[in-house]
């Protein structure tokens, strides 16, 4: 009976100190942060023309704003909040780690994008949004100091994110990478 019950305090006690795999949360910078989509998904996102060139614009001592813009339409303006918020939570918690320091980010409506990527600098680099009216696939395109964002659907089957929160994810995830720790972009 003491064999028993001692095994039994054991289970319950390996049981509470093993975590469980949660694949909508990640841990950055000593904060367990949750994310939109599920991150196994997220993670097969491509990023084009690479992960290194997204890190290049984004993790660059030089930049001192970064600017999230998207195309409004008031049908979906919401699936645009939602990615703006996580990307101006999450970078803001990002460049307080790669840099002891906050930039600002501001997220404003264009016309196009060709209107957003004349706005792009080094020093300003833009992040355009965009969803299924504007394109049909799930990626990040990284041409200089202009980052698009792009989700081919908002349906939500099956699961509780969309396209879009998936992409935006991916990039989050690129930059909180142990791969990005000592890759800090200087520019002259």
């Not at 003491?2 to 039994?8: D, H, Y």
């Not at 939109?36 to 001192?64: F, K, T």
């Not at 990002?94 to 004349?118: G, H, Q, W």
């Amino acid at each position: 009976m003491k064999r028993i019950i001692s095994l039994m305090i054991l289970v319950i006690f390996i049981s509470g100190c093993i975590e469980t795999y949660n694949p909508f949360q990640k841990e950055f910078a000593g904060v367990k942060l949750n994310f939109r989509a599920n991150l196994d998904e997220a993670r097969n996102v491509p990023v084009y023309p690479n992960e290194i060139a997204l890190r290049g614009v984004i993790l660059n001592e030089n930049v001192e704003e970064i600017c999230l813009a998207y195309i409004p339409n008031d049908t979906i303006n919401s699936f645009y909040l939602a990615a703006s918020y996580e990307l101006a939570y999450k970078l803001t918690i990002i460049n307080k780690y790669y840099f002891n320091r906050t930039k600002l980010i501001d997220s404003i409506p264009v016309n196009s994008s060709s209107e957003a990527l004349s706005m792009a600098s080094i020093q300003k680099p833009m992040i355009m949004l965009l969803g299924p009216s504007e394109t049909n696939l799930t990626i990040v395109n990284v041409s200089e100091s202009f980052i698009e964002v792009h989700g081919k659907s908002f349906e939500e089957v099956n699961r509780t994110y969309n396209d879009l929160d998936l992409a935006t994810d991916k990039l989050l995830l690129v930059l909180m990478e142990r791969s990005a720790d000592n890759v800090i972009f200087h520019f002259s």
